[in-house]
């Protein structure tokens, strides 16, 4: 099983050369670039040249997201990624798929256990082999040391497996290979919904070969010093909020208007992602940590959230002309809306198939893996391709014009949707009379009060 492994994998390094691959990548990326339309990459200067050996580590927050967002920052390479090995069953013609792709399966003890065929341990051995052979070679890898993804925008507890596969592998090279672990840090402005965008901060490299006589003493203790290093440069790369009995308000707090005029007050522009991080790191820094107002905040989401609304129409607090407005928007938006018939299968169609999974049921974070990647694999070459090819070899203007609309059409249902959303948030703000005036007044007295302390 080992030795097939091997070889599947060496034929995968062949097929990275392979014209079919290279379509791949732009496939996914047109995808990519349509999802998360505004995109930063930091510190990109920072990453050691292709050829090195390099375990690229970073905080997990968006599941499948986080690493083909590292994929697309390395444009010079093809980074390979231990990904969950519970994927790896689903069935073998999807495997062979994920080999393809430059997934390694790691089975984690505390989620896989002992699932599936075999010991996990024994396939665990088997994959960092083979993640060493590749690293010494001069290949990078992307690893997430704290196995699970994150639910809240905090940095978990990590992992020494990581260092230990990073280890070993200069020590299989007789310690004379420098090996790199380089940081990063993920930073989404949604994790649920397209057309938004993401933020990825690289650290400054920590070269091991400093550490390697310390290491062949006292191994334990070595990954440890290292790993220390390692956790406070990704803590500082993105937005990490510890209270987290409190996380709920803090969050609300920084994506407000409070929030936004912060930003400003920091000199950075609100509207920027980037610098907006850096504002939001600031001002969760700033936040007392004992006030009751934060546990009145926590109060208010959660009941905002339980009335089917967000903070947002507390602190806009709409009236019926608002509504009325919103309402006249939908309706002569509506025959557009209906004629871009197909495109709806793109918003209705993963809904539909995973329903559960995608409404949090199962797991929230999983939301935009599910979204993209159906829409990569299935949606867009059944409902845009597929149907563009047919009317080509009928008449090919009509052809032409159905691949070139398609895009256009699935983004105006997307702002389309977006309005219904907020429109419905609106309406039962409205609707909630006093109710809905009582919640927002005791949501603006809480922000004043925290404001105001967090200004001295």
Known sequence: MHLLFVEQFNTFIVSKRSLSYKLFCHWVGLHHRFYY???????????????????????HQNCMMDPVNVEYALTDRKAYCLVRGDIFRVNKLF?????????????????????????AKEANKNTFSDARKWLIQGNTLILFPEAGHQNKRWLGYFSLGYLNLAFEAAQEADFKKEVYVMPFG?????YFHSRYGFVLNFGEPIALSPYYDRYREKPRTTMREVNALVEKQISSLMLDIRDLD????????RGSEV???????????????????????????????????????????RETFELGMRDWVLAK?????????????????????????????????????FGKKINGAVDDMFRSTWLFGFAVLVISPLVWILPGVILLLVKWWIGLAYLAAMPLM???LVVYT??????????????????????AERREKAVGIISDRTER
């Open 317 to 353: 607090k709409p009236g019926v002309l608002n509504l009325a407005s919103r309402i006249a928007l939908l309706v002569l938006g509506a025959p557009l809306a209906a004629a871009c018939l197909p495109a709806w299968v793109y918003l209705l169609l993963p809904r539909i198939m």
């Open 95 to 119: 495997t062979k798929f994920l080999h393809w792709l430059g997934l390694l399966p790691v089975n984690r003890l505390n989620f896989e256990g002992l699932q599936g065929s075999g010991n």
């Open 37 to 59: 339309p505004q995109h930063t990459y930091n510190g990109m200067e920072r990453v050691p040249a292709d050829g090195n050996a390099i375990v690229m580590v970073g905080n």
């Open 246 to 253: 409190h996380y709920a308000a803090i969050d609300a707090l």
């Open 418 to 439: 977006k309005l219904w959303r907020k429109t419905c948030g609106v309406y039962r703000y409205v609707a909630l009379g006093k109710k809905g005036r009582d919640l």
């Open 186 to 190: 993920h930073h989404y402005g949604n």
């Open 259 to 301: 929030g936004k005029q912060y930003a400003v007050k920091q000199g950075a522009n609100p509207k920027h992602l980037s610098e907006k991080l850096q504002a939001d790191k600031k001002l969760a820094a700033a936040l007392p940590k004992e006030v009751d107002e934060l546990d009145e905040l926590e109060n208010v989401e």
């Open 410 to 412: 699935v983004w105006y």
